[in-house]
DNA sequence: CGCATATCCTGACTGC
DNA sequence: TGCAGTCAGGATATGC
């Protein structure tokens, strides 16, 4: 499931080798991949382009061309970019856009795939007063932003009754962070996820934005967490190593790796939160 | 406003 | 071994 982690682990692969391509071939054949657009003005607008930047913002990827045009992605649960060095690679199963490039040595083809559809690719013309493609433009400040303090933190949370957990993964308040990352995080600030973020310190606020900077920073140091199905890649298909410093999320009777209780699962928000209730309060 | 639920979808897993 | 049922969840929409 990619997460702030995996989504930047994805981007630092194409700022790496994909800045200064060419697109010289556009082929989507998922019927649900672009929809915010046709695909014939989504290639059209595509075509030709120089890719200049490669950004992010939460869990949208933002590749920057040539023209002020944007090509925004989004992974959602199962989405995959992936780089093939020649287009000749066996093309994956549920592959559903292909976006052929020159000038760029390891990149032929840069390949969308997505087995459970719910990513998009689309493009975007316009940018929001953030600098952001305006589709985007209303999701919160990244997770990784240094902007993002206690002070910063409380401000935002001002005024709601809403849980720990579902402050962390509200994309409008905060930018990039999902369920697993938000477990990890509660426990790393020793807070259970169901706790009322207005019940919460400034200090324990302070601690929540501390932990979720470095929680984020080491998990893209790993290069994100890959899940057993192996589901999330990057660019060039290597998995990711955070999962094995996961300390909770997926762990359900396990023990605890600070304190050995068993660690606990409850249903919040419709997801599945693990938790250790010896070391979370 | 907050919360629960349904929706989109496929693959992995579980239980019989 | 195989089949049906369940679960996983990001974003959005709707109802209470």
Redesign the pocket.
């Known amino acids: 499931?990619p997460?702030l982690p995996e989504v930047e682990t994805v981007r630092l692969g194409l700022a790496q080798h994909l800045l200064g391509g060419l697109v010289e071939s556009v082929a989507v054949s998922g019927r649900?991949t672009v929809r915010r657009q046709t695909t014939a003005i989504f290639s059209a607008a595509l075509l030709g382009r120089r890719l200049e930047r490669a950004d992010r913002y939460?869990?949208?990827l933002v590749l920057e061309l040539s023209g002020g045009v944007s090509l925004v992605a989004?992974l959602?649960?199962?989405g995959q970019l992936l780089a093939s060095p020649t287009p000749k690679d066996p093309v994956p199963?549920?592959t559903h856009a292909v976006i052929g490039l020159s000038r760029v040595p390891k990149l032929a083809e840069l390949r969308f795939v997505d087995?459970?559809?719910?990513g998009e690719l689309f493009v975007s013309f316009e940018r929001g007063r953030n600098g952001r493609p305006v589709e985007i433009e209303a999701l919160g400040v990244d997770a990784l932003d240094p902007g993002l303090d206690g002070p910063l933190l409380c401000r935002l949370v001002a005024?709601?009754?809403?849980?720990l957990k579902?402050v962390l993964?509200d994309?409008?308040l905060i930018a990039g962070i999902?369920?697993?990352y938000a477990d990890e995080i509660c426990f790393r600030a020793g807070i259970a996820p169901s706790r009322?973020i207005c019940d919460l310190s400034a200090g324990d606020l302070s601690r929540v934005a501390t932990t979720i900077a470095s929680t984020l920073a080491e998990a893209v140091a790993c290069g994100g967490s890959s899940l057993?199905?192996g589901g999330y890649r990057d660019l060039f298909g290597a998995l990711g190593r955070y999962q094995d410093r996961h300390m909770v999320y997926g762990r359900e009777h396990e023990p605890c790796r600070r304190c050995g209780s068993a660690i606990g699962r409850i249903r919040?928000?419709?997801?599945?939160s693990f938790s250790c209730a010896t070391c979370q309060h």
């Open positions: 499931m997460e649900r939460g869990k949208y989004h959602a649960m199962s199963p549920h087995p459970r559809t719910f005024g709601t009754r809403r849980s579902q993964t994309q409008h999902g369920n697993i009322a057993r199905d919040l928000g419709g997801r599945s």
